[in-house]
């Protein structure tokens, strides 16, 4: 039998967004004593359905969950936990995005929320009724931690691929469209309205307008991208499609351009470092060039008005050639290093000095049940008939009322690339703790186990 251990299930929606800095965070527990189980939603979820004891902490990537998926998963835990990664710091206007993350009812069954800043747990606390306020933290994100130049020793391998297969200079633009064809606009619409919370016809019409005015904003960038692209003393562009996106219609769209390359592999941040800088619409990703002491700049003509996020307010702005040449050709200004600025930063980002690790890991030992022995038996369990049969039938009953056709059809495999192995989790792990204190193994697909290692201790 196993030694008796904390469990922490913390499941990947979007590898490139999450994989890396919830190993930063798993490493950090594992370090405290903790079990952790990092893997893909289908894999871990399926591992804490089949489990014996009821014991664990499951830590949840954001919004989205149904009543019955927090209510079947709390009769397997002793607490589910929300770690944010969709309320960036980015966002315009927190509140209205915060209401519907969470449909009603599911709360009741989430021990703590845990956002990136004080602005957005404040609002948080605003809208979010059905919670005990002071069950809401803002302890900052491990993906901010990972950013700082501290931990770019991760990357230095991709960096280094990267630009041997890119050996010209070249500037990222990280594409949040969201919408790159009009069959993704139609989805999109209707998969909102179907899902979570109830919405109201002034919700579904705002989102109508803005999807359409982004897809219309795709289609003005392809005709922007042509004209910069003709500028001979600008670098090279990498497109990096947000995962949402129809890539093949990225390809489509610029196959006409060479000196224009659309690549969605891996996590953005090695392409990041290895660029010459940001160009970005207000996404999250310019917050990382901050943090990562790369140069931003933001595109006034494509961006929304009233878009004033830090994302857009610390970056340059930029609107043409001429603009764009100015800005990669000008030494960089860290805001990091201005006080108007840090102190703006400091209201959206708990962890710009300190990390979040700490806090985090030792907050969800509190929330957490008694120590249990690791069965291996537990990742070959099959479910019961009964189970078996009630999820077929449920199957059956969502297929009459058409569930699939509401679904956006984007792939799991842009979410989840290649998937979670024990060889690039080890490579991860060894790149972000050399000194290496731990038990990895993989006892079944798309999800990894870390413990500590008492003889490394």
């Not at 795709?218 to 995962?243: C, D, G, Y």
């Not at 990382?288 to 494509?302: C, N, P, Y």
Request: one cysteine or more.
């Amino acid at each position: 039998m196993s030694e008796l251990r904390k469990e922490f299930y913390i499941p990947i929606e979007i590898k490139a967004r999450e994989f890396y800095s919830q190993l930063l965070l798993g490493g950090r527990i594992a370090l405290k004593g903790g079990r952790v189980f990092i893997g893909s939603k289908y894999a871990v979820d399926y591992f804490i359905e089949n489990k014996k004891h009821k014991h664990g902490t499951y830590l949840y990537k954001g919004g989205g969950a149904s009543i019955s998926k927090f209510k079947s998963k709390i009769k397997k835990l002793s607490s589910i936990a929300v770690l944010d990664q969709e309320v960036s710091p980015a966002i315009i206007e927190y509140s209205s995005f915060i209401r519907h993350r969470f449909v009603k009812g599911s709360l009741k069954y989430v021990s703590r929320l845990y956002y990136v800043g004080e602005v957005a747990r404040k609002s948080a606390k605003d809208v979010l009724t059905e919670i005990n306020p002071d069950l809401i933290k803002a302890f900052g994100w491990p993906r901010i931690d990972l950013w700082k130049p501290k931990y770019h020793k991760v990357w230095h391998k991709e960096v280094q691929g990267i630009k041997c297969r890119f050996p010209q200079p070249f500037l990222l633009f990280t594409s949040d469209f969201g919408c790159t064809t009009q069959k993704q606009v139609d989805e999109f619409i209707l998969a909102f309205e179907k899902r979570g919370t109830k919405k109201s016809e002034q919700d579904l019409v705002a989102l109508s307008e803005r999807l359409n005015n982004n897809f219309q904003s795709f289609k003005e960038f392809i005709a922007f991208l042509e004209t910069i692209s003709a500028e001979t003393q600008l670098p090279n562009i990498i497109v990096r499609p947000h995962p949402s996106e129809d890539h093949q219609a990225w390809n489509r769209a610029i196959s006409h351009l060479p000196n224009v390359h659309c690549v969605y592999e891996g996590s953005v941040s090695p392409w990041l470092l290895a660029s010459e800088g940001l160009i970005h619409r207000g996404c999250t990703s310019a917050i990382e060039a901050f943090f990562s002491r790369k140069k931003a700049a933001v595109l006034l003509d494509f961006i929304e008005p009233e878009n004033t996020s830090i994302s857009v307010t610390l970056s340059t702005p930029i609107n043409d050639s001429k603009s764009i040449l100015n800005w990669y050709q000008s030494d960089h200004i860290d805001p990091l290093l201005d006080s108007a600025s840090l102190n703006v930063i400091e209201q959206h980002v708990s962890n710009i000095e300190k990390e979040s690790l700490d806090s985090i890991s030792h907050d969800l030992f509190m929330i957490n049940g008694k120590e249990v022995a690791f069965l291996e038996s537990d990742f070959n369990r099959q479910p019961s008939i009964a189970v078996a049969l009630y999820k077929k039938v449920k199957n059956k009953i969502l297929s009459l009322f058409n569930r699939d056709k509401y679904l956006p059809t984007y792939g799991k495999t842009s979410k989840m690339q290649d998937g979670i192995n024990l060889a690039e989790s080890d490579h991860i792990l060894r790149a972000i703790y050399p000194d290496y204190p731990f038990y990895l193994r993989q006892p079944a697909k798309n999800i990894i186990i870390i413990e500590p290692n008492e003889s490394a201790i």
